[in-house]
């Protein structure tokens, strides 16, 4: 039961010292949006792989608990920015507009996007490309997710929207979509962890557009007044980061591998920019 | 199968916990839109016409604008104007404003519905403005409100699952995240069935309440019948005139 | 209680003009006359359940619902209304009784609630009302289980129990069964010799006015045609409309 | 500082897309549903009085059971249950019976409260059971169900975002896409609160119109 | 229409027993009683708003709702009921007209949609039963806005729209303007007299019973007291129980 909204700090932090305050608490409250494999709640503890990260960091800063706040996807920078909760801890995806209304630590996780299809993969689908080849694929994609962008750059006509991840799965199984388009990491997830259900996902792939690979990489988000907060966690950040094992330590549980680990040369600042080239 | 009930098995207790989440707001919301609905409801039936334009203008408001946005506003925009308050106040409070605004049409239908004479009777008994309306008009239409009031309260019920945007998790939360550990079909089955447990232990209530209602004003039936899985009903062309 | 130049009109159909009579303490007026005369409308007036649209009711000399300040015609307040309003008691032709409340429960709500007399004191009254009516068997019935008799004798005990100075009777004996027209009519015989109540009565039962009134109006087109004891009225009326009206309802 | 800062242009921006949601699938679904409920409901309370016992204890236990559990769920049943059919279809025919369930209680206290007297007249007059109903019971039961018919409308409007379960994109959806897309939800959603109001408002008002219409004689 | 050792009882509370009586074509039959005896029961029994729970009622040597097979009591199909019902008029005492139609739709509403009349054929007669209950000036109002009287009247056209031949009328004149009685009075008078329309009639207007009908019936307890032709019952009535009840009822 994390149901109370008592979140850390006071509304819009202002000046003051966020990062202070919470090692004084000793606690941190972070916001999450149920997403496997990176938070979620189980038997009452919150797990996953951002939660294992933050765990670790959150304790070199001197704050040895971290709290979870669950809420709705789209209610996760709101909430943040309202001090519901004083980070999220969603790995959520660098873009710009987003980088407008929150700060994001350096890149944490590199993002790769695969499909999921029925067992056997009858239409031999390898990427979005391949999808629109095709022609006759119905695409599932979640709604307002970097793969419906890509969708409708590539001019896929009429791809499905579906409301979250198991939702997509489903579609898969039951026969309304052909393949599901999403991150990897959560569609391998999602498909070891249920053998019956009668998918496969297909190897990851760095989508291109217009011959531009499309990156991505998700971090932890503060609020943008929170410089201090936001500068001793990259630095924490940094020494995991910088060596693949430590790395691995901490999230290969969770499905993750090197592939996810993000290039020493990427900063945020590039994908806040949008500066993919 | 054999899976999804040890999953469920594992997660009874959150599901509990989730289930008395959706409770405390059903109720609280339910409490909160009743005296709404009646506030409201009388004006907007008022002779005044300021009184009247004004429930109109709220009534239409929060009966207008969605649940989610009335949510959003108070949940993640009030703070940002140093109003804080706990999610499960927030969430009764929208549920109460926005559910109130329904039954404030219902309130005042049902009002309408009482017999002129009634009211014309109870000025020539001189009876005091709240006395009119507390002792003889309102336990009048309160036998005719009920059966919408039941239908809002379900309504209320099943609309609370829109709390998760504000950070609570409730029973279609936790039914969600069944639904990751089994197939959806079961989890949503689970979720179906608590939800129809919910509700019919508040209609069977209601319905209690609509006989008793009907029973006041001399149209009889037992309170049996309010026991019986179907919402109480007449048999019109056996009934005779009173 | 006097009524002094009242119009009322619904919309543009007059249905009183230029009304002024007067009527004494202690007297017992019938009116009579035609359907849709207007007659109803007099005793819903009284009761503060219409406004007139013009001219004045005094009720003891004090202004009813309007009085004249300054050349114009002022409302008065809701709070003055009532207090006269409490000194006047009505029966309806339709009952009117509280179907969610028992029968004696609908005789003591008013004086527990306006003259805030104890419970006991009005349950006591309201059972030697019953008796008088003939219904002390039914008072923890409902008004639905009662005949349209029985009910309109509780609404007729109902508006003694306020004691009022004024009591406005509408065709009260007009669902009653024969045999207990008589009874109701002792009743209202009783209260009308044993108290100094003012009574308003519309009737076409004209045996009903001869026995209970002193005095009857009779009303068509919106005014007074003619006004006399009921000796003079049933037996020697002075006007042909009178005339007319009186061989019409006497005489099938 | 982070504040609800309103921003025209991006608010413009938003709207085709809110638009096009709206028209597509929140006007359409709304309209054609609530048409279902009306009829079906009414359909559904009219057996309910007349149908042989057996049949009307499985249509109440059928309709109790749709009443009481959550819109969500039975939509996404039935898009599973039906794969050939459009996802808009389900949409429509789902929202329309789920709120018949609750336009038939209504309606039933309507029935009600038709006086005894108004059937018995028509027994007398021998006029039959069919005419009864539509030319003397149904016409003074639905004078007090027409606020809660608007109710209903009203509610099945702002419920249409459920439709997303179902891969139906309406205008709160294409809202939150687009707010999601842009980080900021203030425009969309405060628009999308907008037009519901511009959409729900003239419905009340036409319901009271509809009201007042069939309140009998003045 | 005969009535053959009927039963009503509602719950423990028998009403009539044992009752039986005919009333042959053309006749007009008045049954007067004390309050609560079971008058209504037996018009609503007739008109099929009730069911007998014992005996037999024939009508034109049909049985109504049961019949007697093989020594037992079987109720009949609806239809049957039906077919025999369209025969049967009932005018109630609270008119029960359908607020919903005007007055002309509330009186072609049966022809129409139970003997297949066209509307035209139904409007026509429809006016001149408006005509004779002078109310042809009303075709187009709601009941609503129509005064008691009026609305009799209406509901004694729809009625008579039917050409039933038995008619049932339940103290039709119990709302009526003392003026408008002798009116509805002449109608009820006039049909009798230009059709073999049987009537049984309710009232408790003794004269209206004197000048209409042709036989009474004194009902008390459930049964019939006494049975007489107007004139013997009003003049020299055999039984106490009804000189009782004629002597309260014509002496106020
Ligand atoms: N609310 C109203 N709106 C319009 N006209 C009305 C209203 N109430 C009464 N009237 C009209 O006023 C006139 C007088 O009505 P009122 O009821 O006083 O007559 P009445 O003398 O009591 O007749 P009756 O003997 O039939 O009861 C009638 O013509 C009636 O149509
Ligand atoms: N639906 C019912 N349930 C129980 N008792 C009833 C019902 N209808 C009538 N009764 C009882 O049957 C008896 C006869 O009623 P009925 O209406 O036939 O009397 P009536 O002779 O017409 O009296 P009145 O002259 O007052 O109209 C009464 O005692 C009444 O209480
Ligand atoms: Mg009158
Ligand atoms: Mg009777």
């Not at chain 1, 959150?58 to 519901?84: C, H, M, Q, T, Y």
């Not at chain 2, 239409?60 to 308050?85: D, N, Y």
């Not at chain 2, 001189?126 to 039941?150: C, D, E, K, Y």
């Not at chain 3, 114009?72 to 009117?96: A, C």
Request: hydrophobic letters at 50%; a negative charge; one cysteine or more.
């Amino acid at each position: 039961g994390c149901a109370s909204g008592g979140g850390g700090g006071e509304a819009s932090g202002g000046g003051e010292d966020t990062l202070a305050k919470l090692q004084d608490a000793g606690k941190i409250t972070v916001g999450i949006a149920d997403e496997r494999p990176y938070s979620w709640v189980e038997d009452g503890e919150p797990t996953g792989a951002t939660i294992a990260m933050h765990e670790q960091i959150f304790s070199e800063l001197g704050i040895d608990e971290v709290e979870v706040v669950e809420v709705d996807w789209n209610s996760l920078i709101p909430g943040l920015n309202a001090g519901r909760f004083d980070a999220i801890s969603a790995g959520m995806s660098i873009l710009p507009e987003r980088c407008e209304q929150a700060a994001f630590s350096d890149p944490e996780i590199m993002y790769t996007t695969a499909l999921m299809v029925p067992e056997g993969n009858p239409k031999k689908l390898t990427d979005l490309d391949s999808v629109k080849e095709a022609g006759d694929v119905k695409l599932a994609v979640l709604s307002g997710g970097i793969e419906a962008g890509y969708a409708e750059k590539l001019g896929i006509s009429n791809p499905q929207s579906v409301a979250n991840a198991q939702d997509g799965m489903d579609a898969v199984a039951n026969g309304r979509a052909d393949a599901f388009a999403m991150t990897a990491i959560s569609l391998n997830w999602m498909a070891d962890n249920a053998p019956d259900a009668g998918v496969e996902t297909t190897d990851a792939f760095v989508q291109e557009i217009d011959g531009v690979a499309q990156i991505g990489a998700g971090s932890t988000v503060f609020r943008k007044a929170d410089t201090k907060l936001l500068d001793a966690y990259n630095e924490a950040l940094g020494e995991i980061t910088a060596d693949e094992q430590s790395y691995l330590d901490l999230v290969g549980d969770f499905g993750f591998t090197a592939e996810n680990l993000p290039p020493a040369d990427l900063t945020t600042e590039q994908l806040c920019a949008g500066d993919l080239g | 199968m054999g899976s999804d009930f040890a999953a469920l098995g594992a997660a009874l207790p959150r599901i509990l916990e989730g289930m008395l989440i959706t409770l405390e707001l059903t109720v609280g919301g339910a409490l909160l839109a009743m005296a709404i609905a009646i506030g409201l409801g009388l004006l907007a039936g008022s002779k005044n016409i300021v009184a009247r334009g004004f429930a109109r203008a709220v009534i239409e408001f929060f009966r207008g604008t969605s649940l989610v946005v009335q949510l959003f506003w108070l949940f993640f925009v009030l703070p940002l104007f140093g109003v804080e308050m706990p999610a499960m106040l927030v969430g009764i409070l929208a549920l109460g404003l926005n559910y109130g605004a329904y039954g404030a049409e219902v309130v005042r239908g049902s009002l309408n519905a009482v017999p002129a004479g009634q009211w014309e009777a109870t000025v020539a008994l001189s009876l005091s403005p709240m006395g009119r309306l507390w002792r003889v008009i309102f336990p009048q239409a309160w036998a005719l409100m009920i059966p919408s009031l039941t239908n809002l309260l379900i309504l209320m019920l099943k609309g609370t699952a829109i709390v998760s945007t504000i950070t609570m998790v409730d029973l279609t939360v936790e039914i969600n995240k069944l639904r990751v550990d089994t197939d959806t079909f079961f989890a949503y089955g689970v979720g179906l069935i608590l939800y129809f447990a919910m509700a019919y232990a508040l209609t069977l209530i209601m319905n209690a309440l609509e006989v008793r209602a009907k029973h006041r004003l001399g149209r009889g039936e037992s309170l049996g019948e309010a026991l019986r899985f179907r919402t109480p009903t007449r048999d019109p062309e056996r009934e005779t005139a009173a | 209680m006097r009524f002094q130049d009242v119009e009322k009109r619904f919309g543009d159909h007059v249905v009183l003009k230029n009304l002024d009579f007067t009527v004494n303490k202690g007297d017992r007026v019938t009116l009579i006359g035609p359907s849709g005369s207007g007659k109803t409308t007099i005793l819903r007036l009284v009761m503060t359940l219409e406004e007139a649209t013009g001219g004045y009711i005094f009720i003891d000399g004090q202004p009813l619902t309007h009085e004249e300040r300054g050349g114009k015609r002022v409302e008065l307040k809701e709070r003055h209304k009532n207090e006269i309003r409490k000194r006047i008691g009505m029966v309806f032709q339709q009952f009117n009784l509280f179907p969610n409340m028992t029968v004696i429960e609908n005789i003591i709500e008013a004086p527990v609630h306006v003259l805030g007399l104890s419970k006991k004191a009005a349950k006591e009254k309201a059972m030697g009302l019953l008796e008088q009516v003939g219904l002390a068997d039914k008072a923890d019935a409902h008004p639905l289980e009662l005949s349209g008799g029985q009910q309109q004798r509780v609404a007729i005990a109902r508006a003694l129990a306020m004691d009022p100075e004024i009591l406005l009777l509408d065709e009260v004996t007009s669902a009653l069964d024969p045999e207990i027209v008589g009874d109701v009519l002792g009743i209202l015989r009783d209260v009308a010799e044993t108290t100094d109540i003012t009574m308003l009565i519309v009737t076409h039962e004209m045996q009903f006015a001869r026995d209970v009134s002193n005095r009857v109006l009779m009303f068509d087109g919106g005014h007074i045609v003619e006004e006399a004891s009921p000796e003079v009225m049933f037996t020697d009326p002075k006007e042909e409309r009178t005339r007319a009206f009186l061989s019409a309802v006497l005489d099938h | 500082m982070t504040g609800p800062q309103w921003n025209w242009s991006f608010a413009w921006e938003s709207l085709p897309a809110l638009l096009a949601g709206f028209f597509q699938a929140t006007l359409v679904v709304t309209v054609l549903g609530t048409a279902i409920a009306a009829v079906l409901g009414l359909v559904v309370a009219i057996v309910r009085y007349v149908a042989p016992a057996p049949v009307t204890a499985v249509v109440t236990f059928v309709m109790n059971f749709i009443r009481m559990t959550p819109l969500i769920v039975q939509l996404l049943f039935a898009y599973y249950l039906f794969l050939q059919v459009p996802p808009l279809t389900i949409g429509i025919v789902v929202f329309g019976i789920h709120y018949a369930t609750y336009m038939a209680e209504v309606y039933r206290a309507g029935i009600e409260g038709v006086p005894a007297g108004q059937w018995e007249a028509a027994t007398a007059l021998s006029l039959p059971k069919r005419r009864t109903w539509f030319a003397v019971v149904i016409p003074q039961a639905l004078r007090q169900t027409i606020p809660s018919l608007g109710n209903y409308a009203i509610a099945m409007f702002k419920d249409t975002p459920f439709l997303l379960t179902i891969g139906v994109v309406e205008m709160v959806q294409a809202g939150l896409v687009f707010g999601g897309n842009h980080f900021s939800y203030l425009e969309p959603i405060t628009l999308c609160g907008v037009i519901f109001l511009l959409a729900s408002y003239p419905t009340s008002l036409l319901i009271r119109r509809l009201e007042k219409r069939l309140a009998f004689a003045s």
